[in-house]
Nanobody, 120 residues
Framework: QVQLVESGGGLVPAGGSLRLSCLAS???????????MGWFRQAPGKERELVAS???????NYADSVKGRFTISRDSARTTVYLQMNNLNAEDTAVYYC???????????WGQGTQVTVSS
């Protein structure tokens, strides 16, 4: 049973930083490293959007709004993916969700989300 558990959210002033973590339990390090991992966010009244993703090759993608401020990384030994968020602004306020796409059949898994609130 694959479970994704996010942590690291909270309240931060504008210009501050946070690091989100997502522990993927139920996956071996090998399976984890061959999976695509991503961070999405959903603000009140808005659709869920992709923030950043990292492929099994290590290649990354970022939403234009976070390029240069956010960095996604992964630690296969810990089956954990991170999102380092710097220079946060009020528009970054949202619930952040971890996503994993696993296996030959691209099965989708989601975490419960962690709230990030940036005060202006």
């Amino acid at each position: 049973q694959v479970q994704l558990v996010e942590s690291g959210g909270g309240l931060v002033p504008a210009g501050g930083s946070l690091r989100l973590s997502c522990l993927a339990s139920g996956l071996s390090g090998l399976t984890f490293s061959s999976s695509s991992m991503g961070w999405f966010r959903q603000a009140p009244g808005k659709e869920r959007e992709l923030v950043a993703s990292i492929r099994n090759s290590g290649g990354t993608n970022y939403a234009d709004s976070v390029k240069g401020r956010f960095t996604i990384s992964r630690d296969s030994a810990r089956t954990t993916v991170y999102l380092q968020m710097n220079n946060l602004n009020a528009e970054d306020t949202a619930v952040y969700y971890c996503n994993a796409v696993v296996g030959w059949d691209s099965k989708d898994y989601w975490g419960q989300g962690t709230q990030v609130t940036v005060s202006s």
